[in-house]
């Protein structure tokens, strides 16, 4: 292949940054922005015994600008000088008040490869009833409030298959989680 980035040409700069790329895709030469975001982690948690699954639902900018409303997403959030692994057990407490141990890797996606440079560490983490031992809510300074529920995997398994999970992430862990660990979910679908 002969597609190369000939020149860059800042947007804009602040928490996200916008670029104007200059390529060469082939014989032709033509302009593409990139938006360049932090990667992150995400990780679903569960309970094995008790068949749920920890959700966290909050108002987002994008999805508000566009008239929806919060919907169950999987905890995340961005890297911060520290091993995704990490970043997964510190928002899975910042969030929920959940203490993971352990998480496992499930994959190390790009979420939209098109336009942006973010890429997101999935995990999934068994937990107990018995670790969920702060108060979660989110990051103050953030301006977080988030509101955490665990919800039952097989009703989870029926909003996937009906097409109303609004969450990406989420989406590509319950399946992983349904294809590691069939006998969590109930209902056969």
Same mark, same amino acid.
């Given at each position: 292949?002969?597609? =190369? @980035?000939?020149? @860059? ?7 996200? #940054?916008? !670029?104007? *790329? ?5 014989? %032709?030469?033509?302009?593409? /922005? ?6 992150? /982690? =995400? ?12 959700? %966290?639902? !909050?108002?987002?900018? /994008? @999805?508000?600008?566009?008239?929806? $409303? ?5 905890? +995340?959030?961005? =890297? &911060? ?7 997964? @057990? ?8 959940? $203490? *993971? ?12 490869? #098109? #336009? =942006?440079?973010?890429?997101?560490? *999935? ?24 509101? /955490?529920?665990? &919800? ?8 996937? %298959? ?5 969450? +990406? ?16 979910? +109930? +209902?056969?679908?």
């Amino acid at each position: 292949m002969t597609d =190369t @980035v000939l020149a @860059v040409r800042p947007l804009y700069s602040g928490w996200l #940054s916008l !670029q104007m *790329l200059r390529v060469r895709l082939g014989d %032709v030469e033509c302009d593409r /922005a990139v938006v360049e975001h932090v990667s992150g /982690a =995400t990780v679903l948690a569960y309970d094995p015994v008790r068949r749920v699954a920890m959700t %966290v639902r !909050q108002t987002r900018d /994008a @999805v508000l600008y566009l008239g929806g $409303r919060p919907f169950a997403e999987a905890i +995340a959030g961005v =890297t &911060e000088d520290e091993a995704p692994a990490d970043t997964a @057990v510190r928002e899975a407490y910042e969030e929920t008040g959940l $203490r *993971l141990r352990h998480v496992e890797p499930v994959a190390h996606v790009w979420m939209t490869p #098109s #336009s =942006t440079t973010e890429r997101v560490h *999935l995990f999934l983490a068994e937990y107990a009833a018995a670790d969920r031992v702060g108060t979660g809510g989110g990051a103050a300074d953030e301006i977080e409030t988030i509101d /955490a529920r665990e &919800e039952p995997l097989d009703a989870l398994w029926a909003e996937a %298959v009906s097409g109303r999970v609004g969450d +990406a992430k989420f989406f590509m862990l319950l399946q992983a989680l349904r294809l590691r660990r069939p006998e969590l979910f +109930a +209902a056969n679908y």
